[in-house]
């Protein structure tokens, strides 16, 4: 039996230990032939035209439920459900109490239809799951001949459900199944996909500020090898002249070639998607105790050069704040400006 509709009795749209989750939901209204109509309720973490992703979590006091070979689900285990419009299919990436992932799930469907905060998914009995470490395995082949032998599905059905299943499985089996976004959107990733639904402008600021930070580092990293290798081989950090010229120039093209793949999330500390936990709240207060630190200093032109660089620092942040709470949040970035004005008078002073 599926084990979309072997959930009976379970309390979903819970977090671990019981308090209820604050955020949208969505009723899942699974239809299994002839007559068989389960409702299921779960968080909607994500809403976008070609990928919805749901949680589930199964409650305490539930009878464990059975996957595959000797999986269990019991109390607590959290199910991330991974809804493409118009696939065949859709997938469930299961995790246990500890949050450890026991593997993915393909239930064979049809496309699955959307009615606002109500969908409709019409179950076609097989199934596919892929315990992690493990070897891909067909279930429920008995219900599904069963099914197709009464009539319950057509024969179009019926291929297309065998059709999804080995196209499933041969994936699998090489390693290219469960689709990118299942192997992106794991479960400890969730704060970050509620950070992105209910505040899109702070995660995407966040996003965008880690990714510098981290660009920052790579060039850090990388000029300092290049200039080793300068120092080694040439007389650039002697002598001013074209060897100079051509360390510095190399500096450059580094940073403007790592910019690219460092804000598209390319390299491997940008890659996904934990934004840094910063707001621009925080980035004002501290722009406010950094001018509080200028005016106790006795000798202010003893630390210009570097108290520019992290009012600089602060304007580019909080330039992105401002930009991404605007954007995306409709909303006037109140504290980003105001730490912008800041910041930018900061920088006038001391250049």
Request: with cysteine.
């Amino acid at each position: 039996m599926s084990l979309r509709l072997a959930r009976r009795g379970a309390v979903f749209h819970r977090r671990p230990g019981g308090a209820t989750v604050d955020g949208p939901s969505v009723s899942i209204v699974v239809h299994r032939p002839p007559n068989r109509v389960d409702t299921y309720r779960q968080e909607l973490l994500s809403d976008e035209p070609d990928l919805k992703i749901t949680l589930q979590e199964l409650a305490a006091g539930i009878i464990p439920l059975s996957v595959g070979n000797g999986i269990l689900l019991g109390p607590g285990s959290q199910l991330l459900w991974f809804t493409f419009p118009g696939a065949h299919s859709e997938v469930g990436a299961f995790y246990d109490a500890e949050g450890q992932r026991l593997g993915c799930y393909g239930n064979l469907i049809l496309p699955t239809e959307f009615d606002g905060a109500t969908w409709h998914v019409r179950d076609l009995f097989l199934d596919v799951w892929l315990p992690s470490g493990g070897s891909p395995q067909l279930l429920d082949e008995a219900d599904f001949d069963e099914a197709r032998a009464r009539g319950w599905i057509t024969a179009e059905e019926a291929s297309r459900a065998r059709a999804e299943a080995s196209r499933i499985t041969d994936l699998a089996a090489v390693g290219a199944w469960p689709p990118k976004p299942v192997r992106r959107w794991t479960l400890d990733l969730v704060p970050s996909l509620r950070l992105r639904r209910d505040h899109p402008g702070t995660y995407w600021a966040a996003l965008v500020s880690g990714r510098l930070i981290g660009w920052g580092l790579y060039v850090f990293g990388l000029a300092s090898a290049t200039s080793v290798a300068f120092a080694a081989f040439t007389d650039a950090f002697v002598t001013s002249g074209r060897a100079q010229s051509v360390w510095v120039g190399t500096l450059v093209f580094e940073a403007l070639l790592l910019l690219p793949f460092a804000l598209g999330g390319l390299l491997p500390a940008t890659r996904w998607p934990r934004p840094a936990l910063t707001d621009e709240r925080t980035l004002f207060i501290g722009t406010l105790a950094t001018g509080l630190a200028v005016l106790g200093l006795n000798d202010l032109g003893r630390w210009s050069d570097l108290l520019a660089g992290v009012y600089g620092s602060l304007v580019v942040f909080l330039g992105i704040f401002a930009v991404c709470r605007a954007f995306f949040d409709r909303t006037f970035p109140t504290f980003a400006a105001a730490g912008l004005i800041v910041a930018v008078a900061a920088l006038v002073i001391l250049l």
